[in-house]
């Protein structure tokens, strides 16, 4: 069992909390019980390290069933050690470290997918979590943080997907003007979610939410600027009816994303 919170190996772990730790290793942080278990039932190709308290691992034992079949070692280590390894407070009994791994923006598109979600300078890593994990509900296709966006592998974009980052392929770094070419040569439309767009309700009685569509997501502070409106097809905004102020990013983008695969599959 590991037990020294210190140890080389440990801090190793630890360091992958950091952007250039990541980038340098290729490597990326997960934690708790829920992502280590969607990472061994969809990606355990991807795990390098496995590491559990042994109070957790006899928790969930379902665990330990789904490391044993992928031929995974979980190793013991204390409470104290999980600690110092997580990212989190609180850790949950479980940390994985894990290889990277993003799609190009090319393979996506080669997918013929019907709907995408493309987020474009979205900064706040619960946000962006979030809507790969809306994303994977919908039935989306992929989702593509462009290179103004968060890091993907952050901890807590990570933990926010609670484990849907295993479930839908995700591109990262290409630039908007790419992207937005790509998604019309695949035979896109590129919608913006945005409040200067056109009611909700008017494109859903209009009817072309059922086309195959990439909603395209701004930063959370400032939205889309012109520039970036001007690469989309049209722009259309989430009504308010109650006296809120706005709309959380990720609640406005689940919506988005709902009403397509609604209308996709009606």
């Not at 360091?15 to 061994?40: C, H, I, M, W, Y």
């Not at 300078?121 to 809306?134: W, Y």
């Not at 905004?237 to 709902?258: D, F, H, K, R, W």
Request: charged share 20%; glycine share 6%.
């Amino acid at each position: 069992m590991l037990d020294n919170p210190r140890s080389p190996r440990v801090r190793s772990v630890a360091k992958l909390a950091k952007r250039a730790d990541r980038n340098e290793t290729g490597l990326f942080l997960l934690e708790g019980p829920q992502a280590v278990s969607e990472a061994l039932t969809f990606r355990p190709d991807l795990v390098v390290e496995l590491f559990a308290t042994p109070t957790a691992l006899e928790r969930y034992t379902t665990i330990a069933g789904l490391a044993h079949e992928a031929d995974l070692e979980i190793e013991f280590v204390s409470e104290q050690v999980l600690e110092a390894m997580a990212d989190t407070v609180t850790p949950q009994g479980f940390i994985a470290v894990m290889h990277q791994f993003p799609m190009s923006v090319k393979q996506i598109f080669a997918n013929e997918p019907k709907l995408i979600a493309i987020l474009e300078e979205v900064r706040d890593p619960g946000n962006a979590g979030t809507i790969i994990r809306a994303a994977d509900a919908a039935g989306a296709d992929a989702v593509i943080l462009t290179g103004r966006s968060v890091d993907l592998y952050n901890p807590k974009v990570v933990r926010a997907t609670t484990g849907s980052i295993f479930h839908l392929p995700v591109a990262v770094g290409a630039t908007l003007q790419d992207v937005r070419d790509r998604a019309r040569a695949a035979g896109l439309q590129v919608i913006a979610a945005d409040i200067k767009g056109d009611d909700l309700l008017v494109a859903r009685e209009a009817g072309f939410l059922s086309a195959p569509t990439a909603w395209l997501f701004g930063n959370e502070a400032r939205g889309l600027t012109d520039d970036d409106l001007a690469l989309t097809d049209r722009a259309i905004s989430v009504p308010i009816y109650g006296q809120a102020e706005s709309l959380n990013l990720a609640t406005a983008a689940s919506v988005c994303l709902y009403e397509s695969a609604f209308a996709q599959r009606a």
